[in-house]
């Protein structure tokens, strides 16, 4: 094996190991606030801290998503637990219109392409929020507002979800040991270099 194999094997297994890390941290967490309290800060945590190791920051992973947890408890709340709030309902909802049968087609397909569309909601909300100073009401009509005028990058987006969401199912393992942590850094990573994009794009128009 040749020196830089190794050095990307290296590199490869550490971001796997990075991924259980953060799984373990946003699960303690999650379950520390009681599940329902508890998802919303340890989310906003996980991705804040996922940012960090993005842009290559060197910290002590438990006591930074600890104090990230903390600091952010509120909005981490206000952010996270109306999207879950939401999610559970389409999933109902779903699970009804699935139980109707072919009469009930239309209804099926209006759930999913909701589903669908809050995904890519929260896939870039999440990442926005930690990354940039909004105020908290600020971040869903912007997260849209991204998601609607970079289709490319929502369509990819949506296939990493999809892809590591069909991995947990077929591996159940994978879900509690790195599907999570895993999502969540990729997801922040690639929003990272799209916001770059952003920003690197507004300031040569006003240069112009």
Known sequence: ??????????EAADEVYWAVKL???????TL????????????????????????????????AFATAYRQG???????????????VVLVVNYAYFASLGPAAAAGRLATIAALIVLTLIAAY??????????????CL?????????????SVLLLFICAAVAYAAMVFPLLLLV??????IQLDTWLCLRLFAENEARLRAERIS
């Open 23 to 29: 799984t373990l941290l946003w699960t303690a967490f």
């Open 141 to 153: 009509p912007k997260a849209l507002l991204f998601a609607l005028t970079r289709p490319a990058a």
């Open 125 to 138: 909300l999440l990442p926005m929020a930690v990354h940039y100073d909004l105020p908290t009401r600020a």
């Open 32 to 63: 520390a606030g009681g599940v329902v309290v508890g998802v919303g800060p340890a989310t906003v945590a996980a991705f804040t801290v996922a940012r960090r190791h993005a842009l290559g920051d060197s910290f002590a992973a438990w006591p």
């Open 73 to 87: 408890f509120g909005r981490g709340c206000a952010l996270v637990l109306p999207l879950a709030g939401a999610g």
């Open 1 to 10: 094996m040749t020196p830089a194999w190794s050095i990307r094997l290296y």
């Open 178 to 183: 790195v599907a999570v942590g895993g999502w």
